[in-house]
């Protein structure tokens, strides 16, 4: 039986090596990316939508990756772009009526890695395309604002749900979070140093704060006495219709679930290649 084994064996070795050099060796190198596109917000003023064209605003996002195989890379990326939400969009009554409304200029930083379903390199006609995967960690930055008087005023230091009010133990709400930005996409190369793509993002959140609503409705009055009439009207917490003179202690927002935003975009890459050795320096 070990005969005939070795047999076998000896017939396929001379094609485990032609396989073996039907693949160029890989060399590591650098690509920078970058991602002009959409920014998304979903939350509790567009609660049932992860992506609605009615929100989406412009972004634009820069990559730099080191693929230090065919199979996976790593990425420090940066994004910069705007989110919006407003319930005057929302098909339900309800929240319509609540009449609140936000946007806000966003920036993320993070660091992650790419996972190639293919084995695919800037260049090469042999791996020219891929689908992916990429997941990661990063932090971003935010300031939720709203129009009232003719100013873009922030809901933040108005502290619309009493946050540091004298009746009050809740704490303002940090304007840098931390995120989970993950998703899937695709890339084509199209020359020894061009790629194109497509990418969409998500970003799982810690906070539930990105439009500025949570909880609770704060005290109307406190709210006009100490902080202002815009914190008081933009809070929401003077109920303008019916006989009840506030909406004091009702629910405000969805606190048990957190925000999230999303990011789609084209992506256009270029391959920096390593510096080449002179002969005689070599591996």
Partial sequence: MSKYFAFILLLFLPLSKLLAQAAPRFLPYTEVTLMPG?????????????????LAKPAIGLAVKRNFNRRWNYRFAGMYGSLYGNDALNQNSFLRNRNL??????????????FNFFPYEIGSKQFPATFYLFGGLGAFGFNPKAFYGGENVSLREL???GQELSNSEKKKYSPVQICMPFGFGGKFSISKRFAIGI??????LFTDYLDDVSTTYADARLLGKERSPAAENLSGSIRRTGTNPGNTGRMRGFSWNTDWYSMAALTLSLKIPNKQKCPGYGD
């Fill in 199 to 204: 990418e969409w993002g998500f970003r799982k």
């Fill in 159 to 161: 502290t619309t749900e």
């Fill in 38 to 54: 959409t920014s998304c917000y979903a939350g509790d003023l567009s609660p049932y939508a992860l992506f609605k064209t009615e």
């Fill in 101 to 114: 409304a936000f946007q806000t200029q966003l920036w993320e930083t993070s660091f992650g890695f790419e």
